[in-house]
Structure formats: structure tokens, C-alpha cells
């Protein structure tokens, strides 16, 4: 998805996230549901080179 913050345009990119079903239930608002474990692989974040207040820095 390409989106843009004050002019940059950037990729973002989205984590995929792995739901298990366990086998415990639980209970919300009176409603019994299967719990379930998710896993979220981690993202790599690229380098940028940033200006904060006129100094620049690698993200």
C-alpha cells in the first residue's frame, strides 16, 4: 500500500498474523467464544535518514 506523510511517499508494509485455535473458551457479555493464539512475525523496518529540528539521523 503506498501512502505519503507530509510529502514522502512511502510503502507500508503489514505483519501477517497467524490465529491458533486453543482449547479454552471464555465468556464476554454473556457470550461463550473459543480463545485463540496469535503470532505476529516480526517486520523489518528499513533505514531512512530523518531530519528532527534541522539534525539529520538514521531511523
Known amino acids: 500500500m503506498q501512502l505519503t506523510f507530509r510529502g514522502k511517499s512511502y510503502d507500508a508494509s ?25 503470532q505476529v512475525q516480526q517486520r523489518h523496518q528499513p533505514a531512512d535518514e530523518l531530519t528532527y529540528r534541522g539534525v539529520r539521523y538514521t531511523h
Open 14 to 38: 503489514f505483519p501477517t498474523v497467524e490465529a491458533i485455535a486453543t482449547s479454552e473458551s471464555a465468556t464476554f457479555l454473556g457470550k461463550r467464544y473459543a480463545r485463540k493464539q496469535f
